[in-house]
C-alpha cells in the first residue's frame, strides 16, 4: 500500500498543498487540481472540517490522486488523519512520536527537516521520504548537495517552490516537490476559475517533467 501511494506522489512530482479553502471551494479546486495531472494532494488538518475533506476527497479522487494529511504535529493528529482515510502524513517538523503513529498503521510519512542531521534522523527513524522546509531558502543547490552523501534518502522540498523552480529542484535530485499558494492561486479559487487553476496545474506537471529529463 505505501509503495503504492509513493508510486502515485512520483508520478507527477507535485504535491499540492490545500490549507484553510471555503468548503464549498475545497473539492472544486482538488478536481481542477487533479485534471490537471497533480497525483498528490495535501489537505492541512488546521483547517475547518479537514478530516471530512480527506475522506471525501479520497473516495472521488483515490483512483487519480494520493489524498494525505498535512501539518501533523503529533501523533494524536496522525491517528485521526489515518482514521479519515489519509494515504499519507506530512509533518512540518520532525517528531518521532508522528512517525512512529503513521508507521504503526501502515501509512506513508514524510517529517519536515532542514539540516543533514535532520533528514538523516528522520530516515533512521522510519520516514519514507523527507520534506526539506523551508526550500526557498537554501535553493535546488541545498538539495544536490544533500543529495551526494544521503543519496538514499528521499527528498520532497516544499516552501518557496512555483513554476519558475520547481524543476531546477527536481533536476537537484528531489524526488516531487511541495507547492502551496503560487498553485493554489487565491484569485482562481475566488472566483471559481477552474479551467485556468488546472492550466496552471499542467504547467507546474511540465515543469517537473522538464526537470527529470537527462
Known amino acids: 500500500m505505501k509503495q503504492k501511494v509513493f ?7 507535485v504535491v499540492a498543498v490545500v490549507r484553510k479553502l471555503p468548503k464549498e471551494k475545497a473539492m472544486p479546486a482538488i478536481e481542477a487540481l487533479v485534471r490537471g495531472g497533480v497525483t ?4 492541512t488538518v488546521e483547517s475547518d472540517g479537514a478530516y471530512e475533506l480527506i475522506k471525501e476527497a479520497k473516495q472521488e479522487f483515490g483512483e487519480r490522486a494520493a489524498v494525505g494529511a498535512g501539518t501533523v504535529l503529533d501523533g494524536h493528529a496522525a491517528y485521526q488523519a489515518i482514521a479519515a482515510d489519509a494515504d ?18 501502515g501509512q506513508l ?19 519514507d521520504v523527507v520534506k526539506v522546509f523551508p526550500a526557498n531558502v537554501v535553493g535546488p543547490g541545498y538539495i544536490k548537495n544533500v543529495a551526494g552523501p544521503l543519496s538514499h534518502v528521499s527528498i520532497m522540498p516544499t516552501g518557496g517552490i512555483d513554476e519558475t523552480n ?5 533536476k537537484a535530485g528531489a524526488v516531487a516537490c511541495g507547492v502551496g499558494g503560487s498553485l493554489l492561486k487565491q484569485a482562481f479559487i475566488e472566483n471559481e476559475q477552474w479551467g485556468e487553476l488546472t492550466a496552471l496545474a499542467e504547467t507546474y506537471v511540465k515543469e517537473v517533467e522538464k526537470g527529470r529529463m537527462k
Request: charged content about 20%; glycine content about 8%; aromatic content about 14%.
Open 166 to 170: 520547481i524543476a531546477a529542484f527536481v
Open 109 to 127: 510519512v514524510i517529517p519536515g527537516t532542514f539540516t543533514p542531521t535532520e533528514i538523516q534522523t528522520a530516515y533512521e527513524w522510519g520516514a
Open 88 to 105: 499519507f502524513i506530512f509533518t512540518p517538523t520532525l517528531k518521532r512520536e508522528t512517525i512512529e503513529t503513521a508507521r504503526r498503521y
Open 7 to 13: 508510486n502515485k506522489l512520483l508520478e507527477s512530482g
Open 40 to 43: 498528490g494532494i495535501e489537505i
